[in-house]
């Protein structure tokens, strides 16, 4: 039943974390814009909407030639900002809508866990790398170049996160079936392989494919530099009986005492009893839980690891 579990709030969980928050608010802004763009034509006979594309969208390597409203030939070409702007821009409201979703629903966890900074990259890397495949490999294909826009290719970097972070949280599909992770994401990756060469088809399967890319190999040199994040924040990091983090922190007080890379920390916090963390309030705890959540827990100082370690001991 774990697997079903949600967090209620507690140790400074947000459902809606800052940088989640602010990527949706600043891609709607921009639809929105694209939106009214589209009504407004300029001297050149192009819309505001289609500068905006000529200018932010990601346009192929060797540019597009294109006629305008008024029959003048123009090109359009690439810039390097480009592999930025265009995870801004989106075609439709149900592009814009799954994505933002999507964004929100796997996203919101894994910036709690990881804190706002590491996702905020994580999630522009994804983004980027997306823009490269999308740059490099269609020409390779014979694929008809275009323009491309949208935030799906860092989407599913973040879907590969959250499929190797929390593989069996169980996913309701359509809001009734319930499919875990690693499986619903999987099948996912999957599909887009199988829509490479789809005649016709609008949406950048490469780019798909390359933010997945990217996502997988981020996870696993991450895991492999941060050993002990893989044990103090697990598949049931929410999960626990006691409904708060807590219950990860008695993952915590398993890891360090099992032999290996940590056992160093293990010593530490058995041995060096200078530091006095017995009368630590709620409050402390409640501080450098909210730490956690903005940061990471890899920022934490040592003295707030032994509270926390000590903390995970008192629950057993």
């Not at 930025?84 to 989106?90: A, L, V």
């Not at 294909?141 to 491309?148: D, G, I, M």
């Not at 959250?162 to 009734?176: A, K, S, T």
């Not at 032999?259 to 009368?279: C, L, M, P, T």
Request: aromatic share 16%; with cysteine; glycine share 10%.
């Amino acid at each position: 039943m774990s697997d079903y579990y949600r967090p209620s709030g507690f140790g400074g969980f947000s459902y809606f974390p800052p940088v989640i928050k602010n990527l949706i608010i600043i891609n709607v802004i921009v639809f929105f814009i694209q939106m009214l763009g589209q009504q407004i034509t300029t001297g050149t006979g192009l819309t505001i909407a289609d500068i905006l594309t000529k200018y932010f969208a990601l346009i192929p390597f060797g540019g597009l030639v294109l006629s305008n409203g008024v029959g003048e030939v123009i090109k359009w070409s690439f810039y390097p900002w480009q592999l930025i702007t265009y995870q801004f821009m989106h075609g439709g409201i149900m592009h814009i809508a799954m994505n933002m979703f999507a964004l929100w629903m796997f996203g919101m966890e894994i910036e709690n866990l990881w804190g706002s900074k590491k996702f905020l990259t994580f999630y522009l890397m994804c983004g980027v790398v997306a823009g490269i495949f999308q740059l490099i490999l269609p020409p390779l294909l014979n694929e008809q170049l275009a323009p491309t826009i949208g935030a799906s290719g860092a989407i599913f970097g973040v879907l590969i996160a959250f499929g190797m972070l929390f593989p069996d949280r169980y996913i309701f599909l359509w809001f009734l079936i319930p499919i875990k992770a690693k499986y619903l994401i999987a099948f996912f990756v999957i599909i887009e392989f199988f829509s490479i060469d789809s005649p016709g088809s609008d949406v950048a399967h490469l780019a798909h494919l390359g933010g997945a890319l990217a996502g997988f190999i981020y996870i696993l040199i991450d895991r492999r530099s941060n050993p002990s994040m893989s044990g103090v924040f697990g598949r049931r990091q929410y999960g626990s009986k006691s409904g708060n983090l807590f219950g990860s922190f008695k993952n915590a007080a398993n890891v360090f005492k099992k032999k290996g890379g940590n056992v160093e920390d293990a010593r530490f916090y058995e041995i060096n009893n200078q530091d006095d963390v017995s009368d630590v309030t709620q409050e402390e705890i409640d501080k450098i839980l909210d730490k956690i959540s903005h940061s990471g827990y890899q920022n934490l100082t040592e003295r707030e690891k032994k509270i926390l370690f000590e903390a995970s001991k008192k629950m057993k």
